[in-house]
């Protein structure tokens, strides 16, 4: 049943930095081709680092200086350019100015640093396992408030991140692909009259819906399908989220939404989006009409 066109593609070459708007997509079991192959690191720590505990990442735009490709590890990884709100440009090639520009950014010792191999798992390695008050931090939770309800996540992911900052090899979060669509977007700006643009909640792909509905429509797809030219994507749970949304984005010309953390526990149960793997991969197009196949 077609039932979305795509209207939207986007590629963060840096994790948790803003990134690319691109008109079409490779897609393979990673990901898409480009997709959080660089991340900020503290040397100290030592840990792989995002937003969640560094927010001054979000004022910074990434963007390739070189074709990427899905496979990419180490030094092969294509060169990025950071750009700040204020101007100031920064590249990869140059390590050592770029990592001291970026701490003198965040106030910290950091370095720009390139995906590991899976082999590399010290690189991906947390200092201590993952808690649940730490999971709370990181999700920005009320104190009183529960963590969400992880069942839907599969087990080897859930124990990856118990122990690594991200699924050891790869850099996203916790799944390849995150899909967005334009009903749930609309439903949540209606609810709370916050600003809810896209770019506050780094989807992969966005969708615009046939028939549009007000409502968190993605969230009935989990288990199934969605096929896009020849790529298939399996819908395997609901994306939490932090508070990173509420963040300002000078960048973007984004300010901040204090009340949009608390507007999605209250209305969408914090789920916003959802989490897919890639079933069959290959590229994706700016206006690719969506089936959505049930299991």
Known sequence: MRIAIVKEL???????CGGESLNSALIGA???????????????APIIRSAKQWPR????RAEYLAPSS???????????RLTAHDGSVYESSDSTACDDWLSHWLGTPAQLKPRAPLSDSAFYALPNARTEQQIARELGLDPNEPLPHFAAFDEDVAAALQFNATPPGFLYDAF???????????????ACRLDADVRRFRPN??????????????????????????????????????????????GFDLREEKGLPRAMAEHVDRNLGVNVRVIEPGTIKVGDPVQLLQP
Not at 57 to 60: P, Y
């Open 205 to 250: 792909i966005l969708l615009e819906m046939i028939s549009p509905s007000c409502a968190t429509t993605e969230q009935g797809w989990v288990g199934a399908t969605l096929k896009i030219g020849g790529v298939a994507l399996q819908v395997n749970s609901p994306t939490s989220r932090c508070s990173m949304p509420g963040r300002a984005q000078p």
């Open 176 to 190: 390849p692909v995150h899909v967005l669509t334009t009903d749930s977007l609309q439903f949540l700006e209606n």
């Open 70 to 80: 899905l496979e990419d590890y180490g030094n092969a990884v294509a060169p990025v």
């Open 30 to 44: 990673g990901g898409v081709c480009g997709d959080r192959h660089w991340s900020v690191y503290d040397p100290i």
């Open 57 to 60: 990442l979000l004022e910074l």
């Open 10 to 16: 986007w590629r963060y070459p840096v994790k948790s």
